[in-house]
């Protein structure tokens, strides 16, 4: 019956008119987590969770860990719930917490994705790692934002790697977009 649920949620968020949310396919859900290379019991967080799909991906990899959400739109955070995961909040950018690993697909628009990855380093423990999907337009973009985030990511030893080509496209995608991504990672 709560698997039913979650279902008709969901398909109901299909089309909904929700600027920016783009959920993680699971292929590349599953490539992010395991980039993330989540240990037994670890804590891990995925802030703007959407309807969770990095936080499935997650417990299917790592049963043990301890997965906490952060979403603004109640309708998801319901779905995120009977998931089952802890969701700490609505305002990823308010939040306060330390954690083992976080995984994201933060908003890419007007470079929000900037500001929610240096957020989430900074949540993150010594020895934490953060995998994050962020925009291709960070990294071949001139402004000023984008350039000091590059020299940054440069400063923590961050890498970043083009994911696959139309991975928001095709019967993976809830929802379809040809924004093309990258994967960060960061090690503190």
Excluded: C
Aim: hydrophobic residues 35%.
């Amino acid at each position: 019956e709560r698997a039913q649920k979650i279902s008709t949620l969901e398909e109901k968020m299909r089309f909904s008119n929700i600027p920016g949310f783009f959920p993680t396919p699971k292929a590349l859900a599953d490539e992010m987590v395991r980039r993330a290379d989540i240990g037994s019991g670890q804590t891990v967080l995925e802030p703007e969770a959407g309807k969770g799909d990095l936080a499935d991906a997650v417990k299917a990899a790592e049963p043990t860990a301890k997965i906490t959400t952060i979403e603004r739109m109640a309708s998801l955070r319901e779905i995120l719930q009977l998931k089952g995961y802890e969701v700490a909040g609505e305002d990823f950018l308010e939040h306060r917490g330390q954690y083992d690993r976080i995984v994201m697909n933060p908003p890419f628009e007007k470079g929000a994705d900037i500001e929610h990855v240096r957020h989430a380093y900074d949540q993150l423990k010594p020895g934490g790692k953060l995998v994050a999907l962020m925009s291709e337009g960070t990294f071949g973009n001139g402004s000023s934002k984008a350039t000091a985030f590059r020299s940054w990511l440069d400063s923590v030893d961050g890498i970043n790697e083009k994911s696959a080509a139309g991975s928001f496209k095709g019967v993976q995608a809830f929802r379809q977009t040809g924004v093309a991504s990258r994967i960060v990672e960061i090690t503190k």
